[in-house]
């Protein structure tokens, strides 16, 4: 099975920062909410330009919020040239104010270096004042401080009392590290109650939650291992449009693990995770067509899954996909050519290069080269590049006759 697609780097979150004028007296958050609306509306409509306008214009009379989405703007590089040193400046204002999304991004910006030079003290002070309030994000970015040690001492106890704070809050990225934690045999390995918080999640509809707690009963660590779970969780997410969950869900329909084994719902979620570039999908949806299960046979459309899963260097795809073209016949290549598949023009090539099953003919092979080059296949723009030095100017533009009336015929 896939990981859910939780990330799990140290860097545990991004961060952001700003500066500008400040009013010399801030306004209320109360008194800010008329000012800052058109501001929130265009940003959530990513309108950056007009946002940009409304919120300078509520951060000079000192709005906190606006100082904070300003910060965000120039660190994100949205509508604004991306400048960390201006994000710096504006979050700085903001968590002045005890603003406690920007005081925790203060503290990520510090923690990482960004517009700021790289100094954990400075990191854990603006993050620990975040967490104290209360946000979520900043109590899981403490947590992974005292986890790895970052700017305090390494501190299993404080490692679970952050986590958990964010995790009873429904911040999965601390569910899930915390169900890390208990699963390498460290801290107190309070399944029971992490298992209740990533259930509460889930059933408020939170996608990683919903892959998260699927992925908990498909391994079987801290719950006893329940396939039927599984998959009824990972469905849900699924249906969500988590390219990972999809790719699970029809492994257990073509497995027949949770769920009566189904080929035809295989495919249906191989597809559904394929047609967002998930390259194992790709190939096992490939398969599937290559053999007619749970889908009409069909070896074009299995060459074409198998092509996008080699781009992606899939050597299971790229081995399945070779054996496919040496088999087929002159007519099957020019056929699954036609239907953009890159490697069946580079096959025409190499047969009318060496003279495999027609006569050897370069200036048809350089052709067919330079159609597989022109779909972005590497090996034959190698190919095309070497045989087309071999040829003068003049037989270069009879290939390219060449190639104008054989379209023309197909």
Not at 4 to 32: D, H, Q, R, W, Y
Not at 211 to 238: C, H, M, N, R
Not at 395 to 404: G, I, P, T, Y
Request: net charge positive; glycine share 8%.
């Amino acid at each position: 099975m896939m990981n859910l697609n939780l990330k799990t780097n140290k860097l545990f979150s991004l961060g952001l920062m700003c500066g500008c004028v400040i009013a010399s007296s801030p306004i209320k958050a109360g008194e800010a909410q008329p000012v800052l609306k058109p501001c929130l509306d265009a940003y959530a409509q990513k309108d950056f330009k007009q946002a940009k306008q409304c919120y300078d214009k509520a951060a000079e009379l000192g709005s906190a919020e606006a100082q904070y989405y300003l910060g965000q703007m120039y660190d994100r590089d949205q509508g604004v040239y991306q400048n960390f040193i201006t994000a710096v400046s504006w979050y700085r204002k903001a968590a002045d104010q005890n603003h406690a999304p920007a005081q925790n991004q203060l503290g990520v910006m510090y923690r990482d270096g960004k517009g700021v030079h790289l100094d954990l003290a400075e990191a854990v002070k603006w993050i620990q004042k975040a967490a104290d309030q209360g946000l979520a994000k900043a109590q899981f970015n403490l947590g992974m401080l005292y986890l790895y040690g970052q700017g305090v001492s390494h501190d299993m106890a404080q490692v679970e009392h952050w986590l958990g704070k964010a995790a009873s809050q429904g911040w999965v990225q601390a569910q899930y590290h915390l169900w890390l934690v208990y699963r390498d045999g460290r801290g107190t390995k309070d399944f029971v109650q992490l298992l209740k918080w990533v259930h509460k999640t889930a059933e408020k509809g939170d996608v990683g939650a919903q892959s998260f707690l699927a992925l908990i009963y498909y391994q079987g660590e801290g719950v006893k291992q329940d396939f039927t779970q599984a998959a009824q969780w990972y469905q849900k997410a699924a249906e969500q449009g988590d390219m990972y969950s999809q790719y699970n869900i029809a492994q257990m329909y073509h497995q027949g693990k949770g769920v009566k084994k189904t080929p035809k719902q295989a495919a249906n979620w191989y597809k559904k995770a394929a047609d967002q570039g998930l390259t194992e999908a790709q190939y096992q949806l490939g398969q599937m067509y290559a053999k007619g299960e749970g889908v009409a046979k069909s070896v074009y459309s299995s060459m074409a899954l198998l092509s996008q899963a080699a781009k992606q260097k899939h050597e299971g795809a790229i081995a399945e996909l070779n054996q496919m073209l040496n088999q087929l016949s002159i007519a099957e290549l020019t056929e699954a050519g036609l239907k953009e598949i890159p490697e069946a023009y580079h096959q025409l090539g190499l047969r009318h290069e060496t003279g495999k099953g027609v006569t050897a003919d370069k200036k048809k092979a350089l052709m067919f080269y330079a159609f597989s080059a022109k779909l972005g296949y590497q090996l034959a723009i190698v190919k095309r590049d070497e045989i087309s030095e071999q040829f003068s100017i003049k037989e270069r533009f009879e290939v390219d006759r060449l190639a104008k009336e054989w379209l023309k015929q197909h």
